[in-house]
């Protein structure tokens, strides 16, 4: 068998299906992503923030226009905010706090915006408690329009002294002055006083307080709201990656269609039924019944005249034993005689049919008895019939080929159309490998939620390597422990009653 290549992205339901089966990773990773995240807010040093807006005025002639201000008042904002933070402003607002901190770290504290198209400054103040941010921003707002009043008002005098000077010196110049020269002197005697006389005196507003700081009621830093959806998401990617971290060392098939879609393996037909059911043959109308008659109908395209199919699961399961079972009853309801041939000691394929354990296939290898005596009717299904895998199976008959299996499978092939061997699962040992060399078929059942990918990948691998027909799988739920066996009271054999009653203690 030529396999498809392995490939392919998971998609949004592969995705989907992970999450909703390892929900509680991530309801696991939220809580602790929340823990986390409420564990900072408690541990975390806390800072609050104050801000007092402050509606900067114009005072006269020290307020030159710039190009490129953000308003056309004649003030430059961004030069304002800077001169909140300046040295001169920070010192003037250490003296109003009475603090010991140096000015260089109660600028730090401070932050200065200017609200787009206005003439306000946003002096924001952050402390470690809701008290100090409100008085430290109050003091840097007092502090910045005491300085802006006092500059203009030092610019003020600075202008009025040379005033004064420059009066003074033309009144000199003048003295010695006569006619039309002397009248111009004192023509510009007399503007230059007209400006003295409009800054005596003046003055200043360079601004107000327009919203005092208020004392916070909770802290600036850290978000309490951030931090937790921060811790949330974290949790929740944490979930994610836990479910990755499983869905990868699970291995395990949980939807069919990944065999196909990932595996390459196409998928014959999907078995409906209930999780950890027991193991039973199905009436044909049956939704499960019915999926039987469409994998018989697949597989007799392809054998028209009949053949050996094998039925294995790559790993322990009851899968086998009802795809077996139900699969043997579907091709006998078509009028093909069938035989169940159950090479494995474990099976419950004899108990579903109705079949009493019993000699089988391990007397015939030991040629104990004939073909005909193993021979077992299913009352439930005309023209089917079942070969039990016999007492010992297991520890008397050391290698199957040796024994002779080839000549037994070929034997009842003679006196049936269809025969279906339950091989054991091809992980517990060669057995399965040597019974498929032997078919004309063989089938993978796959327990959905239950097999692991690489167990599947073996098996075919196995398969392909002798050179079997594989036609695909069968997707089946994954069943509980099958029926008890039918017991048989021994007349001669007590080993054998032994046996049967450590065979029912398993079960």
Not at 1 to 26: C, K, V, Y
Not at 271 to 279: D, H
Not at 453 to 468: K, P
Not at 498 to 503: D, H, I, T, W
Request: hydrophobic share 45%.
């Amino acid at each position: 068998m030529e396999q498809a290549a392995h490939g392919g992205t998971a998609s949004l339901s592969e995705f989907g299906d992970a999450l909703r089966r390892r929900w509680w990773m991530l309801a696991l990773g939220s809580v602790i992503g929340l823990a986390l995240s409420s564990a900072y807010l408690l541990a975390a040093p806390k800072t609050y923030e104050s801000s007092a807006l402050v509606q900067v005025y114009s005072v006269g002639p020290s307020d030159e226009v710039v190009d490129g201000a953000r308003t056309n008042s004649g003030i430059n904002l961004d030069t304002e905010a800077q001169l909140v933070k300046s040295q001169a402003v920070s010192a003037r607002a250490k003296e109003i706090l009475e603090t010991p901190v140096i000015v260089g770290q109660l600028v730090q504290n401070v932050s200065v915006s200017v609200p787009p198209n206005t003439s306000v400054l946003k002096v924001t103040y952050t402390a470690p408690s809701p008290q100090e941010a409100q008085r430290g921003a109050s003091a840097f707002a007092d502090a910045y329009l005491r300085y802006r009043n006092y500059a203009a008002s030092k610019t003020n005098d600075e202008q009025e002294r040379s005033l004064r000077q420059e009066i003074a010196r033309l009144q000199k110049e003048s003295e010695s002055l006569t006619g039309l020269a002397l009248e111009a002197k004192n023509q510009e005697i007399i503007t230059l006083n007209s400006r003295l006389n409009s800054l005596v005196g003046s003055t200043f507003n360079g601004g107000e307080i327009i919203s005092q700081a208020l004392v916070p009621r909770r802290p600036a830093s850290p978000n309490a709201l951030l931090v937790l959806f921060s811790g949330f998401a974290l949790g929740i990617l944490i979930g994610l990656l836990g479910v990755a971290y499983l869905e990868r060392r699970d291995g395990r098939i949980y939807d069919w269609r990944f065999l196909e879609r990932r595996l390459g393996i196409p998928v014959l037909v999907e078995v409906p039924g209930e999780r950890n059911a027991t193991p039973e043959l199905l009436a044909a109308h049956s939704p499960g019944g019915q999926a039987f008659t469409q994998l018989r109908n697949v597989l007799m395209s392809g054998m028209p005249t009949g053949g050996v199919i094998l039925v294995a699961e790559p790993e322990d399961g009851s899968g086998s034993d009802v795809v077996a079972a139900n699969l043997g009853a579907a091709f006998a309801r078509a009028d093909q005689r069938t035989t169940v041939v159950v090479a494995d000691v474990t099976s419950s394929v004899p108990a579903i049919l109705g079949a009493p354990q019993g000699p089988g296939l391990a007397e015939l290898l030991r040629k104990r008895t004939s073909l005909i005596d193993v021979r077992r009717e299913v009352s439930k299904v005309t023209g089917l019939t079942v070969i039990a895998p016999g007492f010992h199976l297991d520890t008397e008959i050391d290698d199957l080929e040796g024994a002779g299996i080839a000549d037994v499978i070929a034997s009842v092939a003679e006196r049936s159309r269809v025969v279906i061997v339950r091989a054991p699962a091809t992980t517990a040992g060669a057995d399965a490998q040597l019974l498929a060399r032997l078919s004309d078929a063989a089938i993978a059942v796959v327990a959905v939620g239950g097999t692991h990918r690489v167990a599947i990948d073996e098996t075919l691998r196995q398969w392909s390597i002798i050179g079997t027909q594989v036609p695909g799988v069968v997707a089946v739920t994954q069943y509980g422990p099958g029926p008890d066996p039918i017991l048989v009271a021994p007349k001669k054999n007590e080993r054998t009653g032994e046996r049967l009653s450590r065979a029912a203690a398993s079960r």
